[in-house]
């Protein structure tokens, strides 16, 4: 247990906080403490009833069951790694911008969810968050299963196709890609490499709250310059997802 324990207190901060809370709160579901309909997205209930968690609920809830256990458990590690890697990495030492990148994601996954009756927002934010890192590392080969190799800015679509494969459907992981792209074009792409306005910036409160460090762990990619453009990290390092794991791992 102390083993487990100096692993899940060597995560980072943002990440252990949102990995804690996917398991706590489908676990709250799975045990029935609370109706699990209540931590869905509804939006009638939303704005008639003013269900304000909901929003929140759904991007933490996924249901597990003998059918849905594996892609949740798939899922709940690609949030675990990728995060990590980001937090770690293109983030290491800016807590506020990371927390700002989640939050845009979530908010606009949360529009997109109400706007196509969505039910659950799980894998959509975790998705978005892993297309990010693959913008960051986009030259760096990842190994897949059967022994592929691709750039690792080909993983979110990938991905995709592997969990409408197991899964059945991929609006989740399209709105989670679209969503990330969304975030990386208006905050690097568009005013670095194309020299366009800034549409986004991280808010002054958030800096406040969470001050910018120095020092960390280094981990994989780094944010382009602004304004000056800067090629993300990755130089065609080979980089696996995990010895012994057959999805990922770095």
Not at 34 to 60: C, G, K, Q, S
């Amino acid at each position: 247990m102390s083993d487990i324990g100096d692993w899940f207190r060597s995560i980072p901060f943002i990440t252990r906080t949102w990995f804690a809370a996917s398991i706590a709160v489908p676990l709250i579901g799975k045990l029935g403490l609370v109706d699990f309909r209540t931590l869905m997205l509804v939006p009638e209930l939303v704005f008639n009833r003013f269900h304000l968690w909901r929003p929140v609920t759904a991007t933490l809830f996924f249901p597990i069951t003998p059918n849905t256990g594996f892609l949740y458990m798939v899922n709940l590690y690609f949030l675990y790694h990728y995060s990590t890697r980001l937090e770690t990495g293109a983030f290491d030492g800016k807590p506020a911008d990371y927390i700002f990148m989640l939050l845009f994601n979530w908010i606009c996954i949360v529009i997109v969810g109400m706007l196509m009756n969505m039910r659950l927002l799980m894998i959509p934010l975790i998705m978005s968050v892993l297309y990010v890192w693959a913008q960051f590392n986009k030259d760096t080969i990842v190994s897949f299963w059967f022994g592929t190799r691709f750039k690792a800015h080909y993983l979110p679509w990938v991905i995709l196709a592997f969990n409408f494969i197991i899964g059945g459907s991929f609006v989740n992981e399209l709105t989670g890609n679209l969503v990330g792209h969304l975030y990386f074009f208006l905050m690097y792409k568009y005013p670095v490499d194309l020299g366009g306005r800034s549409f986004l910036s991280t808010p002054e409160f958030l800096y406040r709250f969470f001050p910018n460090r120095r020092g960390g762990v280094s981990g994989f990619g780094v944010p382009p310059s602004r304004p000056a453009a800067q090629q993300p990290a990755g130089g065609g390092r080979r980089y696996n997802w995990g010895e012994g794991n057959r999805l990922g791992g770095e």
